[in-house]
């Protein structure tokens, strides 16, 4: 992972080596400044992922260039302001000016540390719901995400959208494989051409062959006039078979032979007309398992299976659950008039510790409900302390309470301190034993 850049501005040139390199040790790319002013201008030509700022320093001071850095246009830039002892008033003047945290001089090195690590997990979260509200206001569809298996399944999609091979998509309920195959049509040469689907377990089974390969005129009582099949609805373009593991045995012996000979004959007829098509199908069963188990015809896997893409079941996404469940959330908000719905700390963990067995379906009819104050995930998972003794009842109490608290102030210790009447050591202390460092 690249290290994040940091801006680091102290006057104290001891000092500010010292934060340097304990940064530097933490994963980090911190440059220094000894000056507020010129920290201010490097930020013309350089975009820090968060700035670490003294309040007190001669000729521009900390609460001057943190009202200069939040004035920048489009910038989301977090600033951490140092303060020292006695000046919690000026702190949480910069909390109101916009400052992301405080630490009070002198700070805990581990604590500082995890401070800066949640700034930059903040930011990144709203870097990410504002990328995912955006990504579907495109012509083509988006796989949201940024998690590996995603970006393995981008990657995927990327390297076979413009071979002109055809594909099995398979992958549970609701993991999006529609989203993959119109993915794989919009960015392969066929994207100007029809974009067919076909869902194959709503076939009827008398109707299967005249649907999907057509029929000559008057080739069976009340045929009509002849009409081409779905087959030949994709000429130029990609058919998509959803659902092909339901087509029967005959429909797949005469779907195997029109994708070898890339034609197909209609019913009634004995010409064979040519075809130019991208087959992409699309089973929420190992379709592999399945030939190799004789429930579906082996030799039209491997003609389908020219590749094969798997898409990720919703709980191997980890972090992703929580960022596209705001980002469905928030959809859904503004479309009934909402105020944006707030997922707390303790909600999102719940989000991840749910199995999500209907995948993204599932999770963003939960968003939806959620927008509209019809679902609480809520649970007392704050850590799960025994619940036997009066001390384990308070502790559990009191890390409830805490929690709550994080939730309320979205994060921001100052304020949970100050609500809670505690000192701002002894809630990091508290935090730390209760697990909620973030």
């Given amino acids: ?21 304990l940064l530097d040790a933490a994963g980090h790319a911190p440059q220094g400044f000894s000056s507020a002013t010129a920290a201010l201008a490097a930020l013309d030509t350089a975009t820090p992922a968060l700035i670490l700022t003294d309040l007190r320093m001669p000729g521009m001071d900390g609460m001057a260039f943190l009202r200069a850095v939040k004035a920048l246009p489009e910038r989301d830039l977090p600033v951490i302001m140092l303060t020292g002892h006695g000046d919690v008033v000026h702190a949480v003047e910069a909390i109101r000016a916009g400052a992301e ?18 700034a930059l997990a903040a930011r990144a979260t709203r870097a990410e719901v ?62 100007r051409g029809p974009y067919v689907a076909v869902n194959c377990a709503a076939l009827p089974d008398s109707m299967v062959e005249t649907l999907m390969f057509g029929h000559a005129e008057g080739a069976f009582p009340g045929a009509g006039p002849a009409r081409p099949g779905k087959l030949e609805a994709a000429q130029g373009g990609t058919l ?6 339901a087509l029967a ?16 004959e209609r019913l009634g007829e004995v010409t064979a007309r040519a075809l130019d098509l991208r087959v992409i199908a699309i089973s929420k069963t190992d379709l592999r398992a399945a030939a190799q188990a004789g429930s579906f015809r082996p030799d039209l896997f491997y003609r389908l299976a020219g590749a094969e893409i798997a898409t990720p079941p919703l709980r191997e996404t ?13 959809l859904a908000a503004r479309r009934y008039g909402r105020p944006d719905p707030e997922p707390g700390w303790a909600f999102r963990r719940e989000l991840l510790r749910r199995g999500w067995p209907g995948n993204m379906r599932e999770l963003k009819a939960a968003a939806e409900a959620f927008a509209l104050g019809l679902l609480d995930l809520r649970a007392d ?16 109490f009191e890390a409830r309470e805490i929690a709550a608290a994080l939730d309320r102030f979205r994060g921001n210790t100052l304020r949970v301190a100050d609500h809670l009447g505690l000192p701002r050591r002894t809630l990091n202390d508290k935090m730390r034993r209760y697990g909620l460092g973030g």
């Fill in 1 to 21: 992972m690249t290290p994040a850049p940091l801006f680091i501005v102290e006057d104290d040139t001891d000092h500010l080596a010292a934060l340097c390199d």
């Fill in 249 to 264: 045995p005959p429909a797949q012996a005469k779907l195997l032979r029109a994708l070898q000979e890339r034609s197909v």
């Fill in 381 to 396: 998972d704050t850590p799960a302390l025994p619940d036997t003794t009066l001390a384990d009842r308070v502790a559990a």
């Fill in 318 to 330: 980890g972090e992703d659950i929580a960022l596209i469940f705001s980002h469905y959330a928030q």
């Fill in 130 to 191: 504002a990328r995912l509200q955006g990504a579907l206001a495109g012509d083509g569809p988006e796989i949201l995400g940024e998690s590996r298996p995603i970006r393995a399944l981008r990657d995927r999609i990327a390297a076979l959208a413009p071979l002109d091979i055809d594909v099995v998509i398979t992958g549970e309920t609701g993991t999006g494989k529609e989203l993959v195959a119109r993915a794989l049509h919009d960015g392969s040469p066929r994207a």
């Fill in 240 to 245: 998509i078979l959803d659902e092909v593991e």
């Fill in 101 to 118: 945290d405080f630490l009070e001089k002198p700070y805990d090195a581990a604590h500082l540390v995890m401070v800066i690590a949640r």
